[in-house]
């Protein structure tokens, strides 16, 4: 499709999206799965930065409208392919003719994204290789793609968050797809994750193929698996084995290496046949500075306290909350809301009382984001720390969270982070 042709497509999904918003917020009928299907036809076709978008906002699935959210979730594993041909053709320009590779390279793709597609093959060799192909001309769409997506983030305005909010949120959302164009340091993290884990026997991470990775194609051993979204399908005991394996891993992650895995959507994570979790797609990680992981650790102290105005001061110390009159209230339910996860012993991650409460109150979080606004610097960090919460909940994780936040606390009790009583 033309720039021009994307430009207006992408113009009539902003606009169609103002509208219901607007009607949702005078108290109108909205239509929000209409909506969902009509966004799902678009961006399914035009790819890149809106798409990514859209995956974005499905992971925060208890925010969102559910139909509107149900359609958006389809993006992570039903969206429309690029054809064949011209994924052939970007794979001949990187890599010369793939009959000189390749004894096959199966045309249906194996999972189409928001950035590239992925084909099996077989190398001359014998080996079967997975090959993420970036959607040709992505590159030159980007930014003019990136200019659509500011226009759309505006619509935050109506929720009366402020600009430089917005332009905030933009800015660090535009970082993390120019970062996801870059295969070559994908490939690069993915040798340094493998390394970082190599003696972690329940983590597995596919090996780049380097013979076989350019700018624009990254091959990687295919390392078969059930994806994390059909894990139902697992007996219970190895299913709490790999729930326990991601929390492990995710605490890892923030607190002893300072970055996280940011793109969390179920589709990137499988199990094999001996319960192993599956990392497959290290295109985008997050580093976490030690100052945001206090001030975390201090917001997430006074919730479990129960003490909103403690919460409010450490929402301000993140660089959040800057309107005036202080949603104590909000706080105070928000507490009580997650209270039962961190309660001793074992506790259900697919307690559907929790996520009711949280539900039951995104409508007020909504209409109070004007004295909240969002910290600057956060939204991949809360919007990776809500996807990896909701697989946890698709695998219904039974954790003693009380003992793991114990855990964290008491490392960071020399540094300023009081222990919740």
Not at 272 to 283: E, N, S, T, V
Not at 284 to 299: D, F, H, Q, S, Y
Not at 385 to 406: C, F, I, K, P, S
Request: hydrophobic letters at 40%.
């Amino acid at each position: 499709m033309r720039q021009a042709g994307r430009t207006r497509r992408m113009l009539g999904l902003s606009v169609r999206t103002g509208t219901t918003l607007l009607r949702s917020r005078v108290g109108g009928n909205a239509d929000w799965q209409a909506l969902g299907e009509s966004l799902f036809d678009g961006l399914s076709e035009l790819k890149g930065p809106a798409m990514k978008l859209a995956q974005v906002m499905s992971q925060w699935d208890d925010l969102l409208p559910p139909e509107l959210a149900e359609e958006l979730a389809r993006l992570q594993r039903n969206a429309t392919p690029a054809p064949w041909e011209d994924i052939r053709t970007t794979l001949e320009q990187e890599l010369g003719e793939l009959q000189a590779l390749f004894r096959h390279v199966e045309p249906a793709p194996f999972a189409s994204a928001s950035m590239g597609q992925v084909h099996l093959a077989t190398t001359l060799e014998g080996q079967q290789v997975v090959l993420k192909v970036q959607y040709p001309g992505l590159e030159q769409v980007l930014e003019q793609d990136l200019a659509q997506v500011r226009r759309i983030l505006r619509l935050g305005r109506w929720f009366k968050v402020s600009q430089s909010r917005l332009d905030a949120l933009f800015d660090e959302l535009a970082e993390s797809l120019r970062q996801e164009l870059d295969y070559v340091a994908e490939g690069n993290m993915l040798r340094r994750y493998r390394e970082r884990y190599d003696a972690w026997g329940n983590i597995r991470i596919p090996a780049p193929v380097d013979s076989l990775c350019t700018s624009r194609v990254l091959a990687m051993e295919y390392v078969p698996g059930t994806p994390l979204r059909e894990i139902e399908q697992v007996d219970d005991e190895r299913r709490q084995h790999v729930a326990s394996t991601l929390a492990d891993w995710l605490t890892e992650e923030l607190f002893v290496h300072g970055e996280v895995h940011a793109d969390p959507h179920a589709g990137n994570f499988a199990v094999d046949d001996q319960g192993r979790l599956i990392l497959y797609d290290l295109g985008a990680v997050i580093a976490v500075p030690p100052e945001r992981l206090r001030g975390m650790l201090a917001l997430l102290s006074a919730t479990l306290e129960r003490d909103p105005v403690a919460m409010d001061e450490a929402l301000r110390g993140l660089g959040g909350r800057q309107g005036e009159g202080a949603p104590l209230a909000l706080y105070q339910e928000s507490a009580e809301a997650i209270a039962p996860l961190f309660a001793p012993g074992l506790q259900d991650f697919g307690d559907v009382r929790v996520h009711r409460r949280l539900r039951e109150l995104s409508p007020r979080v909504w209409s109070a984001l004007d004295r909240l606004q969002p910290p600057p610097g956060m939204l991949m960090l809360a919007r990776t720390l809500n996807g990896h919460y909701w697989n946890l909940v698709r695998l219904e994780a039974r954790l003693d969270m009380q003992n793991r936040t114990a855990q964290v606390f008491q490392t960071y009790a020399g540094q300023g982070v009081g222990l919740p009583s």
